[in-house]
């Protein structure tokens, strides 16, 4: 048995009942707290049929309906990675990223099977997705995957002949290049890609079948997602300024030769090392260029005349962000997702931009990842909700109709789950904060529970109605906790302004966006307000170190998952070169605003903790490719402040894991490993008091 378990094993027995929970009590010093643990479990079981033995039974019952963890972490996406499934060129099947194999569905009958088993790929970043490219005939499906040894580029043939078949893949390239960005030149001939085989990611092809390689671009900023014109004379791509924030889009001839700039694009911030703003795509007829923008304030998509001609102009203008851009086969639509507060919707937009149309536009959840068919009668895209894990639909552009092409939820699973509340709040300045609010289901009235402030990552991120988003709250929610997702200042999903109002301040401007969060919560009558508890992970690890850190008092129980504590250790420590360009961008150049980042480390003010921490990530595995890092230090160093200062802390690496715990088997465990620490201090009873 492991140290942790065994540290929680005994509270597991002993947990007071989820459906009688505690009424409020007076609020307790750390020290009742941490006697708690030692007082709560010195009693025996009583007999079966004791009164008392019956309230203890009870105490599963509120849980005995809730969905397991294993139930739950299975419940998977249909549809693996972010990039859009894959059409054949015939339009027989769909592709995709299926766990981590390839994957394919009929069209017509929706047969699913296995092309090709473990793509592997890890290690990454932001770089990572193996990207599964169908040759313009057919014949190959190109991806990235490192199970050569590192990152390159794979062909899986799809038709017999040249011996290729037999061995079913074949490694195209040996650059050892974190290869990326895959397209196919219009006559098969050729990929191009990104890879940084000289230290800087520049613009490469690849020849096919035969593998020859040749480098087009050299410069030291950084060039990927690159893109053809139809006729195949042309190549384009995006170099991003040093900042990752200016975006030039660039075209060549396919040796590289005579570059020209398209269109400059600004102020566009891209944190995962350009897959934000991504591919410039030319229009069936060549002369004009999509991308998107953050221009007007919001993520939109624009057009512009590719020979020069004219100013560029945004194509379906909106206050919403826009995501998944495609031209029709025909160039005379463009299909795009919009998100409006969490939902996301499908729609067209016509190529002159007179005409619009909604396809899929869902009271609740989240329709992406839109492809065209190649004959463009068709669009397939995902759909999910904070309740159902993404699955595959093949809509009728004509008629609107749209079916079921393949999920992977199984019968009854997704039913146990219940929907979440969209609500709001003021913060201390009066900013408005969208959230999402969980609750244990079939309440009785009068009860009252535990709350969870539950911050998300990034922090330019949001909390919406993909599945993902909620998958993990739902254990708690159904566990007797009321959990609040709050998308608090810094979020994206709400125009640039929202999304740059942290900048220069993390853990101060926006830590008042959740501890408005916690008195919106003592505001409900089925919570009780002295119970209430932070988590996250990454920025929200970071978050809850800033919590307990820089309002101490306010928190009853904290659990930091793969959080930083200390924001000098991203110059020094943290291997990650988009998490520096991240903190360049939002808390000033380094060393010259080091006050800035001193002033946002929670470590520094550890010795002001009062909350018993809970402090996890995984142990640093990387992929063999990369240098390990040997149980990074981030969260372990906050651990270890808060210990030399004799604050409850406890600490917890789970094994084959990077800095993130992802893994099925370490997921079950983590859930559960969070409950008994919620348990211990948030409902356990305190003998006497």
Request: with cysteine.
């Amino acid at each position: 048995m492991r140290p942790m378990d065994t540290l929680f094993s005994g509270l597991a027995a002993c947990r007071p009942s989820a459906a009688k929970r505690p009424l409020p009590r007076p609020a307790l010093p750390l020290a009742a707290l941490v006697l708690a643990a030692g007082l709560a479990c010195q009693y025996e079981a009583p007999a079966a049929g004791d009164a008392a033995g019956a309230a203890v039974s009870a105490a599963s019952s509120f849980a005995s309906d809730a969905i397991s963890a294993p139930e739950l972490v299975d419940l998977t996406a249909a549809v693996g990675g972010t990039h859009p499934p894959k059409w054949s060129p015939d339009g027989s099947r769909i592709t995709f990223v299926s766990g981590g194999d390839l994957g394919s569905v009929g069209t017509d009958d929706g047969a699913f099977e296995i092309l090709t088993e473990d793509l592997s790929l890890s290690g990454l970043g932001s770089l990572g997705a193996p990207q599964p490219t169908w040759s313009p005939d057919g014949r190959w499906i190109a991806y990235t995957s490192d199970k050569g040894g590192a990152p390159d580029i794979w062909l899986w043939s799809a038709v017999e002949g040249d011996g290729m078949r037999a061995s079913v893949d074949v490694q195209l390239t040996g650059l050892s290049a974190r290869a990326n960005g895959l397209a196919w030149s219009p006559d098969g001939s050729r990929i191009a890609f990104s890879g940084d085989r000289f230290g800087n990611m520049d613009i490469w092809t690849v020849s096919v079948p035969d593998g020859k390689v040749s480098r087009l671009t050299d410069d030291p900023l950084y060039e990927g997602y690159p893109s053809w014109t139809p006729d195949g004379s042309r190549l384009l791509y995006v170099r991003m300024d040093d900042r990752w924030v200016d975006h030039d889009v660039i075209e060549v001839d396919p040796d590289g030769k005579n570059p020209r700039t398209v269109v400059q694009d600004r102020g566009f911030f891209d944190y995962r090392a350009g897959r934000a703003f991504a591919s410039a795509q030319v229009s069936p007829d060549g002369e004009t260029v999509l991308f998107r923008s953050q221009s007007s304030g919001w993520l939109n998509f624009w057009v512009v005349p590719r020979d020069g001609s004219g100013e560029p102009r945004q194509i379906a203008a909106s206050d919403y962000d826009q995501s998944d851009a495609r031209w029709s086969p025909d160039g005379s639509w463009i299909s795009y997702t919009e998100n409006r507060d969490g939902v996301h919707s499908l729609r067209l937009v016509s190529a002159d931009g007179t005409k619009s149309k909604v396809l899929v536009e869902p009271g609740v959840g989240a329709a992406l990842r839109a492809e065209w068919s190649p004959d463009g009668s068709r669009i397939s895209y995902t759909m999910e909700t904070p309740t159902r894990p993404a699955e595959l639909f093949v809509m009728d552009v004509e008629s609107g109709e749209s079916r079921l092409l393949h999920s992977t939820v199984a019968a009854g699973s997704a039913e146990k789950l219940h929907m979440p509340e969209k609500v709001s709040y003021p913060s201390s300045d009066g900013l408005t904060i969208p959230a999402y609010l969980h609750r244990p289901p079939d309440a009785e009235p009068g009860e009252r529970f535990p709350g969870v402030m539950w911050i998300h990552g990034g922090p330019t991120s949001q909390f919406d109605d993909q599945f993902r988003r909620h998958q993990q709250v739902h254990f708690f929610a159904q566990r007797g906790y009321v959990v609040l997702m709050p998308n608090i200042r810094g979020s994206s999903g709400y125009g640039l302004e929202f999304e740059d109002l942290n900048n220069g301040c993390w853990g101060h401007c926006d830590l008042e966006d959740v501890l408005a969060g916690v008195d919106y919560l003592k505001t409900l009558p089925d919570v009780d307000p002295d119970r209430i508890a932070v988590t996250g992970t990454s920025y929200g690890g970071i978050m809850t170190m800033d919590a307990v850190a820089f309002a101490p008092g306010v928190f009853q129980a904290a659990i930091a998952l793969s959080g930083y504590g200390d924001m000098t250790d991203f110059h020094t420590k943290v291997h990650e070169l988009q998490h520096i360009k991240l903190l360049e961008y939002e808390l000033g150049p380094y060393p010259e605003n080091r006050d800035v980042y001193l002033n946002s480390s929670a470590i520094l003010k550890a010795h002001e903790v009062t909350t018993p921490t809970f402090v996890i990530q995984g142990e640093g595995v990387a992929a063999d490719w990369r240098l390990r890092e040997d149980q990074p230090q981030a969260s372990l160093d906050f651990a270890r402040k808060l210990d030399q200062h004799y604050k409850i802390v406890r600490y917890k690496a789970y094994p084959g894991e990077g800095y993130y715990v992802y893994g099925r088997d370490n997921t079950i465990r983590k859930l559960h490993d969070m409950l008994d620490f919620f348990e211990e201090f948030l409902v356990t009873e305190i003998g006497g008091m």
